[in-house]
């Protein structure tokens, strides 16, 4: 994947933001912000938008297609995608049917991420045991991939009523909807991606990203096993951009830590100290935070060293002003992204 043919995105989760006071705002308005925030990243060149589905009180989007809807209506190119669809707590015909017609209202742009998710709320919201984790996602996502060849479907398993040479609608104008899968490190979710043909997006939250290579060797090796073409590999990092480091790093900081302390509290994590986040800041950790040159210079290390064909950045992690990500959205698009072109470019340059 050559520097011109790569691909940049965000992704959000809608995290709920405070106000001027330091009070949370409300959801509603959230949703309102992050419609905006797809406008700009449209305005500066950024080519995806990701919406995290979530069914808690600190995230504000349960209804990732809606809002990529709304988002459709107002910007001319960037691609709408999710980050992820939790599929195994999902109808796969459903999911079909909201991304066709999301793709109809935006003239070919949907896109879908589907994923099991690292929260489990929505299982038993919709009445899902989680003891049926592995079986869920396994056979959902093969009926949706049946589904994206967009002829009559006949399928049955143990997670749904069976289809019957069933045809659903509406059909894209393309013939398919573009579907990755979101894989957290698991070599499972790597080969099962590869077994079905879906290019893979990782989600680097944490730890180094080049321990991450096994992973993308791994699914380049099951593709060619399978006797499939190489597909495209991408990943997804928190970041936060900001005209110095230092700016970068204090706004990015007690955000990014109420939110670690909150999930936390329900994991058993333990607290995260400022050198912690300094760790996962610096050269050699998962969080991409600094000035336009500092994250700049992070992300094209990550893009070579995984050979990656989209990179992602995760925006606003915990409760982040609105003017804040808007920023960092700004200066993403503006000066980061060019800057890492021009990185591989160079890079490219130097080694013929």
């Known amino acids: 994947m050559t520097a011109r043919t790569l691909e940049f995105g965000i992704d959000t989760f809608g995290d709920v933001t405070v106000g001027p006071d330091g009070d949370p705002i409300a ?19 950024i080519d995806v938008i990701g919406l995290g589905e979530h069914h808690r009180d600190d995230f504000a989007v349960s209804a990732p297609e809606v809002v990529l809807a709304a988002i459709a209506a107002r910007t001319e190119q960037i691609r709408l995608t999710t980050a992820v ?3 195994s707590s999902d109808d796969p015909v459903r999911v079909y049917e909201r991304f066709a017609t999301l793709d109809a209202v935006s003239d070919g742009r949907a896109e879908i991420i589907v994923g099991r998710g690292s929260f489990t709320e929505s299982f038993p919201l919709f009445g ?10 396994d056979e959902k996502l093969a009926l949706l991939v049946e589904l994206l060849e967009e002829r009559p479907v006949t399928w049955s398993g143990t997670t749904r009523s069976p289809l019957h040479d069933q045809v659903v609608y509406p059909r894209t104008e393309s013939g398919r909807i573009p579907t990755w899968v979101g894989v957290g490190g698991s070599p499972q979710s790597v080969v099962r991606a590869a077994r079905h043909r879906l290019p893979l997006m990782l989600a680097i939250i944490g730890g180094e990203p080049r321990r991450f290579a096994p992973l993308v060797d791994l699914y380049h090796r099951a593709l060619d096993q399978l006797g499939h073409d190489t597909l ?8 936060h951009v900001a005209d110095t480091d230092e700016q970068a790093l204090e706004e990015a900081w007690l955000p990014y830590e109420s939110m670690h302390r909150r999930i936390g509290a329900e994991r058993g994590w333990g ?13 050699y950790g ?15 290390t990550t893009i070579e060293t995984l050979g990656l064909s989209r990179f992602t950045l995760k925006i606003g992690s915990g409760p982040m002003p609105d003017a804040t990500q ?11 992204i060019p800057r890492v072109r021009a990185h591989l470019a160079d890079d490219a340059a130097a080694s013929v």
Not at 28 to 41: C, S, T
Not at 128 to 137: I, Q, R, S
């Open 271 to 283: 607290p995260m100290r400022r050198t912690d986040f300094d760790a996962q800041t610096g050269p």
């Open 27 to 45: 959801q509603a308005q959230v949703i309102r912000n992050l419609v905006d925030q797809a406008v700009l990243a449209d305005q500066v060149g």
């Open 232 to 239: 495209p590999v991408g990943c997804h990092s928190p970041g």
């Open 128 to 137: 899902f045991d989680l003891h049926d984790y592995e079986v869920l996602f």
């Open 85 to 87: 669809t939790v599929l």
């Open 326 to 336: 808007q920023r960092s959205i700004e200066l993403f698009g503006s000066e980061v």
């Open 286 to 300: 998962a969080l991409c935070v600094g000035s336009p040159a500092t994250v700049a210079r992070k992300i094209a």
